[in-house]
């Protein structure tokens, strides 16, 4: 562990973006705009909103065909059956619903609501976001550009904003990266008291995606891209996919 001291600066002036866009080129356009520069152990962390859109993931709900399983659903919650019909091509078990809400388990193995589709900040009425196909491989491939371009290897972290069960507001959460732990395990570590813990796992790519996402905004703010600098833990290589809790240990279901 390094020492403390944890920077959290947002890249300004991020355009909008579409399809095909080369999200490294806008990074390193955003640096320069605030004459900063990439060092060794620094983290970006990205906005899902952008990889999605980079990545040709939004979709016009006139292109879907609801199926019967989706007309029903969407009578239970008053969905549009369209977006319905997505949630469910996103969705491998639907947990929960009631009106206006689906609680899926996504292909990806998170839980959460309406598969992580979104309509905010989506351009043309009528279109909705979904997630990355793989965000741990979109992280790992902004991680190697990155390099290629800089010669620094830097941490990238993909978030989105979920809520929680038994609390109110939404809060950063990884869903992709590279570069960096999950989590971190301090079991066998000592206490103040020389203690050794016993069941102490960091959520780490969480409270960064956290932190984070207080400068990204949940609105008009703009600011889609975060470089974070001294971040407190040894790097080592993860996936968001070591977050997730086994079905097996999962008490609340």
């Known amino acids: 562990m390094t020492s403390p001291g944890l920077l959290l600066k947002p890249l300004l002036d991020i355009p909008a973006i579409r399809a095909g866009d080369d999200l490294v080129q806008i ?24 990889v999605s859109k980079a990545e040709g993931r939004t979709v016009e709900l006139a292109s ?24 469910l091509q996103e969705s491998i078990e639907v947990i929960r619903q009631r ?3 689906l609680i899926v388990r996504h292909r990806l193995g998170f839980t959460l609501a309406n598969a992580g589709i979104d309509a905010s900040n989506v351009d043309g009425a009528g279109h909705v976001l979904l997630l990355p196909l793989d965000p741990d491989a979109s992280a790992t491939r902004l991680r190697s550009a990155l390099r290629q ?10 978030i989105d904003s979920w ?13 992709g990266l ?52 001294g971040v407190p833990y040894e790097r080592r290589e993860g996936t968001a996919r070591e977050l997730l809790r086994p079905e097996s240990m999962d008490l609340f279901r």
């Open 64 to 87: 879907v065909s609801p199926s019967e399983r989706a007309h029903e659903l969407a009578k239970q919650t008053g969905l549009d059956p369209r977006l319905v019909e997505l949630i």
């Open 178 to 229: 590279s570069g960096l732990p999950g989590f971190i395990d301090m079991r066998g570590h000592p206490d103040l008291n020389g203690r050794r813990l016993q069941r102490t796992v960091i959520g780490f790519a969480d409270e960064l995606a956290a932190a984070a996402s207080m400068l990204m905004g949940q609105a008009a703010e703009g600011r889609p891209i975060v470089l974070a600098r």
């Open 149 to 158: 371009q800089t010669s620094i290897d830097v941490g990238v972290l993909i």
């Open 163 to 175: 809520g929680r069960p038994w609390r109110v507001g939404t809060v950063g959460c990884a869903i």
């Open 99 to 101: 009106r206006d809400l």
């Open 27 to 50: 990074v390193l356009a955003g640096l320069t705009r605030t004459d900063d520069w990439l060092q060794s152990g620094d983290v970006l962390v990205f906005a899902q909103k952008i």
